[in-house]
């Protein structure tokens, strides 16, 4: 095996065999325990993300509301609240990645399909489980923080005042599409053969995306990126705000996932698998 140097290092290079693509249908699937298990991880990891983020939300108003006595200056704020994100999907991913993959979300999923990862059945299922997951996680928040819910919007997303839906829509392609771009960077099976030199663990760049991408559109969405997220806090809520814009939270996250797979898998993966061919042709390079 050929070995570089790289900056008075060295690394060796890996061989790669690209898994075959998930069939479309898998009807093989439906008998298997391993994918009734990987839907309960998937509902169990959206309820707890849930449940601990919105609550993150609620608390944050509550303790900054200047009204009910609070201070503008206290409770966690936006970088917490972008943080509890942020961090509940290192958390959960780390904790389910090797049951369910780890998705969490249906534009984490859709992105996926899309590529190929998983079929059709896996893709339907795992969003039917994340979207009753978000629904019994945000049903726990309203039991137990009942006086706060309702007083302060239920976590819900909504687009704020100032901005149109055509800016609302674009925030949540583009952060949609750093989330499910960083997921199939971080998880490329392909780099144990490009960059087995550079050890990645995937939930941590996976975490920061969420982060990130809150930290920036917060202001304008809330921050969706998530269909089940703004589906379960906005089924719980029910208001006709939390309404009135909510297929933006659908129709943004699926169009900057479709892109992400796109990019990834015929743009950067059709460019890696021609540098890996002139590598193997010429390992001195």
């Known amino acids: 095996m050929a070995k570089h140097d790289v ?9 790669y065999h690209d898994p075959p693509p998930a069939p479309l249908i898998d009807g093989e699937e439906l008998t298997q325990w391993s994918f009734y298990r990987a839907l309960i991880a998937e509902f169990i990891a959206t309820l707890l993300f849930l449940y601990i983020t919105v609550l993150t939300v609620i608390g944050y108003k509550s303790q900054s509301d200047v009204n009910a006595g609070g201070d503008l200056c206290g409770g966690v704020g936006i970088l917490g609240i972008a943080w509890a994100f942020g961090g509940m999907i290192f958390i959960l991913v780390y904790c389910t990645a090797g049951i369910s993959g780890g998705h969490i979300n249906p534009a984490v999923t859709f992105g996926l399909f899309l590529a ?17 997951g978000a629904i019994c996680g945000v049903g ?34 583009i952060g949609t599409f750093v989330l499910v771009y960083t997921v199939f960077s971080a998880t490329d099976p392909k780099r144990n053969a490009r960059d087995s030199h550079v050890p990645v663990l995937a939930p941590l760049p996976i975490g920061f995306a969420v982060f990130m991408v809150h930290l920036a559109t917060i202001p304008v969405t809330g921050t969706g990126i998530n269909p089940a997220r703004s589906f379960g806090a906005a089924v719980i809520y029910n208001k006709e705000k939390a309404w009135d814009d909510h297929w933006i939270f659908w129709v943004g996250p699926f169009i900057g996932a479709a892109i992400a797979a796109f990019y990834h898998q015929f743009i950067l993966r059709a460019g890696a698998a021609k540098a890996l061919g002139s590598f193997r042709s010429n390992p001195t390079i």
Do not use: P, W
């Open 7 to 15: 900056e008075g290092g060295s690394f060796s290079a890996k061989d």
């Open 116 to 132: 190929r990862k998983v079929s059709l059945i896996r893709a339907i299922m795992y969003m039917v489980a994340q979207c009753l």
């Open 140 to 173: 726990l928040v309203k039991a137990f923080q009942k006086a706060y819910y309702h007083r302060y919007g239920g976590g819900a997303n909504e687009l704020s005042e100032g901005y149109s839906t055509g800016v609302g829509l674009g925030a949540e392609i």
